[in-house]
């Protein structure tokens, strides 16, 4: 019984941190090899199995459909008939809901088909004291290491809810004072809805050049939904039906957001042309 408990745990260990162990023996099928192959991870298990099971109800309707022949045929009641004609009708519906699965997916994202499930690793955050800043020459407040610390505890959170749609230009920023960064966390639920509902109704190119790093804009901050975003071609389309750069101080209410266009930043520090969002 010992032995039998620890091949069950070593099969079990083996399932999920490595590969899937097929319980029989499939070296003599092309196709249940390739299905168990070692070296496939879940998801690609999961394309298998969705693509197997279209194949199976697509062969099981041809046979339900060879039986319904053989009803209508094989018998002279009207009733049998009708059945048989009932059977073929349910048929065809149900081969086109099978098929409408994968055409309706195709059409809205062929990503979609795709079940593969990516995390993209996030920077690891850093929290540093005010101690820490000092050393680098820059005086920081306890106020503005609160709203500091704030920042990175959300940055991971803003910005998986904003992966695969919406990019951000460079990476975090991991103290203050710190250049050439932009930070997303802790920047105001409405400004990330806003820019999700934005990306949904344009698709467009959208790339966020600005967030919470306060010591860089002098009107964003935490808690603030103001973000900037980069005059991208597709963007600029959208908001104004051209995709030149507007006339400095162009401003459009879109998405529940107002952009005002601005050609070299608000503040006195210059940070280049962009659309200055304020949901």
């Known amino acids: 019984m010992k032995n039998i408990l620890e091949t069950i745990r070593v099969r079990a260990i083996s399932g999920l941190y490595a590969a899937f162990v097929p319980l029989a023996d499939v070296s003599e099928s092309p196709k249940l090899q390739k299905l168990y192959d070692s070296d496939q991870d879940l998801s690609t298990y999961i394309n298998s199995l969705f693509t197997i099971a279209i194949a199976a109800g697509a062969i099981f309707a041809v046979l339900r459909l060879a039986y319904a022949g053989y009803l209508y045929m ?10 048989a004609r009932n059977i ?29 499930i990516a995390f993209s690793e996030l920077p690891k955050q850093q929290v540093v004291t005010p101690a820490q800043y000092n050393l680098r020459g820059v005086q920081v407040s306890e106020t503005e290491q609160q709203r500091m610390n704030a920042i990175l505890a959300d940055e991971p959170n803003a910005r998986r809810q904003l992966a695969g749609r919406v990019s951000i230009n460079k ?62 071609n ?46």
């Not at 409408?100 to 062929?110: A, C, T, V």
């Not at 975090?172 to 990330?192: D, E, H, K, M, R």
């Not at 030149?244 to 520090?269: H, Y």
């Open 171 to 232: 990476a975090p920023c991991a103290y203050v004072g710190q250049p050439s960064c932009t930070n997303v966390g802790n920047v105001g639920q409405n400004a990330i809805n806003g820019l999700l509902r934005t990306k949904a109704a344009c698709s467009c190119d959208m790339i966020v050049t600005g967030g919470s790093e306060f010591w860089l804009h002098e009107t964003h901050g935490a808690q603030k939904n103001i973000v900037d975003l980069a005059n991208t």
């Open 74 to 83: 094989g018998s002279d009641m009207w009733g049998k008939k009708q059945d």
């Open 88 to 116: 073929i009708r349910d048929v065809f519906i149900g081969l086109l809901l099978l098929l409408s699965i994968w055409i309706i997916l195709h059409q809205i994202n062929p990503n979609l088909l795709n079940l593969k």
């Open 234 to 279: 597709t963007l600029n389309k959208y908001l104004t039906g051209s995709s030149a750069d507007p006339p400095n101080g162009t401003t459009v209410r879109k998405e529940g957001g107002l952009f005002k266009f601005e050609s070299a930043g608000a503040s006195t520090k210059n940070t280049g042309t962009h659309w200055h969002v304020v949901f």
